[in-house]
Each structure stands twice: as structure tokens, then as C-alpha cells.
């Protein structure tokens, strides 16, 4: 998908990108060695030649921050299928007000790890766990968890991020993150089939009024099971989504 996409050259859009395609060149190699392309002029052609060059070094130390900064942000999860063994699956909890949050779960497609207010949940430590992936993967993420993370942990993100939400609705997989589980049939256990974000917030009150482990624990597993079903959604999602642009030209 990276070495098929031309949209991180300077003043390619996808219908650009599409009318490239259809000439026959449907890969950075082919675009190297074609010596001319309609539509874009020779000197043109030059400078993008340079910067297929330059993406191609920055592929091959897989320098994140590069990616980030030419790909358009909708167009971030063309990157995924190259890294997905490095990225993160993430989700955040927070309280009523939506300022605080209570629980950060990420999930790198093995294992599992939860970040807990007044427990781990650290600036530090989640900056250090940041750092180990390539890709951040996230639901409704570009509205609503990455700016409340760079918020709350005063940072700028500086890998890619896909927000699957967007990529769902390209594939007319609409709705919130659990329609679109039992759209693609995705079951998860009795006791969280029906809950929602609001019953993720109660649940902390109630953690917090009481400290009757019960409550905790099924926040814990609802917010694991957000992220691990991430994943699932991400293979399925990104692979349609591609197929859709790539034969639709």
C-alpha cells in the first residue's frame, strides 16, 4: 500500500493519484522508471522523483515522524499493512467531564497492558510505551482521544495514527465501535455485551465511591475488550478500504 500510494508527493490528491494509476503506473518503481507522465510536467516529474527516492530511505529506517508529516492524516492507514506488527491499539476511559482520564488501554496485537489512574497512569511511562510502536490505531482517536492525550500529557504525537472510524465509514461500515462489532459479527463476553461509554464512566464512580473491586474489574476487561477488538476492525476495515481504492480507478 506505502509503495503504491503517490498522495505524500507535493499537490497529489487521490484523484490525481487515481489518474496515474490508470496510465499504468501503479507503484514507486514504475513511477521511477517511467521517463514521462501525463499530467505532470518534466521538471515536475524530477522533483517527485527525488522525493520517491527520499521515502524510500526513510522506509527503509522506517523513520515514523517522515510518514506522519507527508501522508495526509485520512490517508494514514495505507501505512498499516507495512506496520502493523509494530503498532498499538489504543483506548481511553475518562471521567463525566470528559477532562480526566481514568484508563488507558493499548494492546500490540500479543499482549495487553492498561494504564490506571492513581496507579500507573504516568506521563513518563506512557511516553516510554509510545515510543516502542509505529502506528497509533484508534477509534473516533482524532477527535476525541489523541488531542485529550497530547492535552493531559503535554506531547505532540509523532507517528502516524489511524482513526478507524473514518476508515470504516469509507466502507460503509457506519455506527459507533460496538454496531460495527456486530456488524463484522465480533461477539463479545455476556457481561459487556451491552455496555457502552456512558456504563465505562459509571463504572468509575462507583469503583471510586465504593472500592468494591467489581467495578474496576469489569471497566478493566470492557476497556481491554475495546482494544483487542481494534485489531480485528483494523484487518478487516483497511483491507477492504484498500481494495475499494485500488481497483476503483
Known sequence: MIKNSFVFLPN?????????????????????EKKRIKGISEQRKEGYDKEIRKAY?????ENMPYFQERFPS????????????????????????????????????LDTKIMLKGNNLYRELFLDEIKKHKLIVTF????????????YFDFKLQ?????????????????GLKEIEQKLNIKRPDELELMRGHNAVELWK????????????????????????????ADHSVKEL?????TDF
Not at 467489581?214 to 481491554?224: P, V
Open 12 to 32: 497529489i490528491s487521490t484523484g490525481r493519484e487515481r489518474c496515474i494509476w490508470r496510465q499504468g503506473v501503479q507503484s514507486w518503481n514504475d513511477f521511477l
Open 57 to 61: 530511505k526513510n522506509l527503509d529506517v
Open 74 to 109: 485520512a490517508e494514514q492507514w495505507r501505512l498499516y499493512r507495512y506496520f502493523k506488527d509494530d503498532a498499538v491499539f489504543l483506548d481511553i476511559e475518562t471521567c463525566q467531564s470528559n477532562m480526566d482520564i481514568t484508563v488507558i488501554g493499548m494492546f500490540d496485537g
Open 140 to 151: 473516533n482517536g482524532r477527535s476525541f482521544d489523541i488531542p485529550l492525550l497530547q492535552r
Open 159 to 175: 507517528v502516524p495514527h489511524i482513526d478507524l472510524r473514518h476508515v470504516c465509514s469509507r466502507i460503509d461500515l457506519t455506527g
Open 206 to 233: 462507583m469503583w471510586r465511591a465504593t472500592a468494591d473491586r467489581h467495578f474496576l474489574d469489569l471497566l478493566l476487561k470492557y476497556n481491554q475488550e475495546d482494544i483487542i477488538n481494534l485489531k480485528r476492525i
Open 242 to 246: 484498500w481494495k475499494k481504492t485500488f
